[in-house]
């Protein structure tokens, strides 16, 4: 018993319904924090020559454009259906939200790493400054405040599930910013230990070396972001465990013989598009064609014309397809009900 209200507390976590503007708030309070941070840590650079302070500060200003890319895609995502897109503008969160893992990719990692091996070769002078301190502990704070509200907006909407439920269906566009903001933290514990072990031994390896250890973070980040939004932008199915919800509804219809084909694709984090095939009971249909002894009824006026008989067929043939569709609408309501995201649901009749 325990085991099966474990489950329908798990189906009820997973069809929990989103606002079509999920990742937006997180998304608006990064970019804010990330471009005052982006100019501070520039300016410490400029004082130090640090190359752990360049790569931070071109962390940050990659971390600032991303945000700005991961905010024009969760605005387009939301415009209407039109002809032209008659399943909506979705998948423009992925699309932009790819871009922005490129971007993490190629300026973050790319030019921090170079940075970080131009150092190492070319062994140029770092001047130590407390400022580059005060400017990393004050990056520390915004950085991390802004970790917590993304934690918060993921925790709003799994409130109950497992990180791997979380990583596997949070929205990608707050994922990137809580993956983002994490190294982010991590970023400014390597930078002030690169600083102080170049400070105190002399060695301008150590800053080079944690030049390097950032750029290649940001590499990791970036991929596994690219790999996420990839999956999406191939239309990826619904989750497992929702199907299956979904399927339930569709077997446990009396009218239903049996699903003979089911495919789904994810449109947006809240829209799904749900397809199927199904064999009707034609026993089923008959039942409920008569549940008022409608056929008996009819029988005794068509049995002595055959004129009445044409008639009643005529009129047979028109009322079953509408009885069909009407059926149709019922089970989709109730899949409705269940799960939110189902917003384009197609059944047909094989």
């Known amino acids: 018993m325990e085991k099966q209200d474990s489950a329908s507390a798990q189906n009820k976590l997973l069809v929990k319904d989103e606002p079509k503007t999920s990742g937006l708030l997180p998304v608006i309070a990064a970019f804010t924090g990330n471009l005052i941070v982006c100019a501070a840590k520039f300016f410490g650079f400029f004082i130090t020559g640090s190359g752990a302070m360049f790569s931070e500060a071109i962390h940050s200003f990659a971390d600032t454009t991303n945000q700005f890319l991961l905010m024009l895609g969760v605005k387009l995502s939301v415009k209407k259906p039109n002809a032209l897109y008659p399943y909506g503008h979705g ?36 001047h130590f400054n407390i400022w580059a301190i005060i400017i990393l502990a004050f990056s520390f704070i915004i950085e991390s405040s802004t970790l917590i509200f993304a934690l918060k907006d993921l925790k709003k909407h799994f409130p109950n599930a497992k990180l791997k439920t979380i990583m596997k269906q949070a929205d990608p566009t707050t994922l990137a910013i809580v993956y983002e903001d994490s190294l982010a933290v991590l970023g400014v514990f390597i930078a002030v230990a690169s600083i102080l072990l170049t400070y105190l031994t002399g060695n301008i390896y150590w800053d080079a070396i944690g030049s390097i250890i950032i750029g290649l973070m940001l590499g990791v980040i970036a991929i596994l972001l690219i790999a996420k939004n990839r999956n999406y932008l191939l239309t990826k199915s619904i989750p497992k465990e929702i199907e299956e919800i979904i399927l339930d509804i569709l077997n446990e219809d009396s009218t239903i013989e049996k699903v003979l084909d089911f495919k789904s694709a994810i449109l947006d984090i809240d829209k799904y598009l749900i397809k199927c095939d199904v064999e009707f009971n034609a026993s089923a249909l008959m039942k409920e064609l008569n549940v008022h002894h409608f056929l008996k009824n009819e029988y005794e006026d068509v049995k002595e014309s055959y004129e009445n008989f044409m008639k009643f067929s005529v009129e047979y043939m028109d009322r079953v397809p509408r009885m069909v569709g009407k059926r149709i609408d019922e089970i989709e309501k109730k899949i409705r009900a269940k799960v939110p995201r189902a917003v384009f649901i197609d059944i047909e009749i094989n």
């Open 91 to 126: 998948k423009e969160r992925f699309i932009w939200a790819l871009i922005s893992a490129c971007g993490i990719f190629f300026i973050g990692c790319g030019i921090t790493t170079y940075h970080g091996i131009t150092a190492l070769i070319e062994r140029s002078p770092v």
